[in-house]
């Protein structure tokens, strides 16, 4: 199948210039957008199924994301039905259900007032899976630190999110539920792993600031209080 990344300019490093490779000033200007601008999303999804093409470039920024020792360990399982979806969210509910018990008081009620997935309301759900055994037990880059091919997994998620972001996609990750319970209804091998339950569809909005700031549940950190220098604690 035919790669719509590849359509882009191949990018040659042959030129003295160390500036060579930036971006110009509206391509990073995009990129930075995209990342600003990501949201979770839950509940502004619109039923519109997504255009193949724009999945496929979607899909295909995923598949180009690092790895460690190029091992691709990635799956993209695609839930279309609604069927499918309902059993997905009456787990989600469940597992829902047990996590709030640990909240008490205005935390509790503020927990249960949140739009925590939009799985029957977005149009497809993607579950990304992580194949540890791809190329073996181990591997250039794993011997010592096997856990890089789930982070390598990671990336291939904020890859999408991304690029789903470019094209007008809303994507959200739903991460309450139980994994045995997951695994019966996808099917899913015991030797492979579930990194991202995703929601993923067209959104007729999306938040200016992080939903889970603006409803009052956290606020970003200050980014210089989480940088340190040279040993851990010295900032």
């Given at each position: 199948?035919?790669?719509?990344?590849?359509?882009?300019?191949?990018?040659?490093?042959?030129?003295?210039?160390?500036?060579?490779?930036?971006?110009?000033?509206?391509?990073?200007?995009?990129?930075?957008r995209?990342?600003?601008?990501?949201?979770?999303?839950?509940?502004?999804?619109?039923?519109?199924?997504?255009d193949?093409?724009?999945?496929?470039?979607?899909?295909?920024?995923?598949?180009?994301?690092?790895?460690?020792?190029?091992?691709?360990?990635?799956?993209?399982?695609?839930?279309?039905?609604?069927?499918?979806?309902?059993?997905?969210?009456?787990?989600?509910?469940?597992?829902?259900?047990?996590?709030?018990?640990?909240?008490?008081?205005?935390?509790?009620?503020?927990?249960?007032?949140?739009?925590?997935?939009?799985?029957?309301?977005a149009?497809?759900?993607?579950?990304?899976?992580?194949?540890?055994?791809?190329?073996?037990?181990?591997?250039?880059?794993?011997?010592?630190?096997?856990?890089?091919?789930?982070?390598?997994?990671?990336?291939?998620?904020?890859?999408?999110w991304?690029?789903?972001?470019?094209?007008?996609v809303?994507?959200?990750?739903?991460?309450?539920?139980h994994?045995?319970?997951?695994r019966?209804?996808l099917?899913?091998?015991?030797?492979?792993?579930?990194?991202?339950?995703?929601?993923?569809?067209?959104?007729?909005?999306?938040?200016?600031?992080?939903?889970?700031?603006?409803?009052?549940?956290?606020?970003?950190?200050?980014?210089?209080?989480?940088?340190?220098?040279?040993?851990?604690?010295?900032?």
């Amino acid at each position: 199948m035919h790669n719509p990344l590849d359509s882009y300019r191949e990018v040659t490093i042959n030129d003295a210039d160390e500036h060579r490779l930036a971006f110009d000033a509206q391509d990073r200007a995009a990129v930075y957008r995209a990342i600003k601008t990501r949201r979770d999303v839950r509940d502004q999804f619109l039923p519109n199924p997504i255009d193949g093409a724009v999945l496929n470039r979607i899909l295909s920024a995923a598949h180009a994301a690092p790895s460690v020792g190029f091992m691709q360990p990635w799956n993209f399982l695609l839930i279309n039905s609604l069927e499918q979806r309902q059993k997905v969210q009456a787990a989600f509910k469940a597992a829902q259900a047990e996590e709030a018990q640990q909240f008490k008081g205005e935390r509790k009620a503020l927990y249960q007032n949140l739009k925590l997935e939009g799985i029957t309301k977005a149009p497809l759900n993607i579950c990304i899976t992580c194949d540890p055994n791809r190329n073996g037990k181990t591997g250039l880059g794993r011997t010592h630190n096997p856990q890089m091919a789930q982070y390598s997994v990671v990336c291939a998620v904020q890859n999408l999110w991304l690029a789903a972001r470019a094209e007008g996609v809303g994507v959200g990750w739903v991460s309450i539920y139980h994994e045995a319970k997951m695994r019966q209804i996808l099917q899913i091998p015991e030797d492979i792993e579930i990194i991202a339950y995703l929601c993923v569809g067209y959104v007729d909005e999306l938040y200016e600031e992080p939903e889970l700031q603006v409803k009052g549940w956290r606020k970003r950190l200050p980014l210089e209080d989480l940088i340190m220098h040279e040993r851990w604690g010295k900032q």
